[in-house]
């Protein structure tokens, strides 16, 4: 099918959920491509690559899939599907075949957003000072006090949630 453009399959990082694409979505499907956000439980990265491979069942073929921060583990693990022409990974872990969220974090300087978490009930909660470490100061206080009410990660991802996810602010200042 020439002239025609791959779909687009967006997936989250640990500390937002796919509205954090919100912004860029209508100027893509402006330009031609359908667009969706995987909407995945963050339980376990198995978990969630099998949700954005059910995702892509909603879109057309070819797709590209784009993620960002631990969305780059999930596409990693999603791009082997047949439907799937590229990936794309804005400021994400990209794991080797040796590799894993879990392990990558440990070659890199620790951030501010693991002083500003709680381990309770099985998950990691942002409190609500952590959240400027997460959503930076562009993002609205309802978005934020949303995320500080919604966000919690499965406990098993306590290894590697170092990662600064810029999901939130990048998108609320376009």
């Not at 453009?5 to 031609?32: M, N, R, T, Y």
């Not at 995987?38 to 099998?50: E, M």
């Not at 794309?88 to 501010?112: C, G, H, L, M, R």
Request: hydrophobic letters at 40%.
């Amino acid at each position: 099918m020439k002239g025609t453009k791959p779909s687009i399959v967006f997936c989250h990082g640990i500390w937002a959920d796919g509205s954090c694409f919100s912004k860029v979505i209508p100027a893509l499907q402006a330009e031609g491509h359908q667009c969706i956000a995987a909407q995945y439980s963050l339980n376990t990265t198995a978990d969630d690559v099998a949700t954005v491979k059910r995702t892509l069942g909603r879109v057309s073929s070819p797709a590209i899939l784009v993620g960002h921060s631990y969305g780059g583990s999930v596409i990693t693990g999603a791009g082997t599907d047949d439907r799937v022409a590229g990936l794309v990974y804005i400021a994400a872990f990209a794991p080797d075949t040796d590799e894993t969220s879990e392990t990558q974090p440990s070659n890199f300087p620790k951030t501010d957003v693991l002083s500003h978490i709680k381990v309770a009930d099985g998950r990691i909660w942002l409190l609500p000072e952590g959240i400027d470490s997460t959503a930076g100061k562009y993002c609205p206080s309802l978005v934020a006090s949303l995320l500080f009410i919604h966000l919690a990660i499965a406990l098993d991802r306590s290894r590697y949630c170092g990662v600064r996810d810029e999901c939130y602010s990048r998108a609320m200042s376009a």
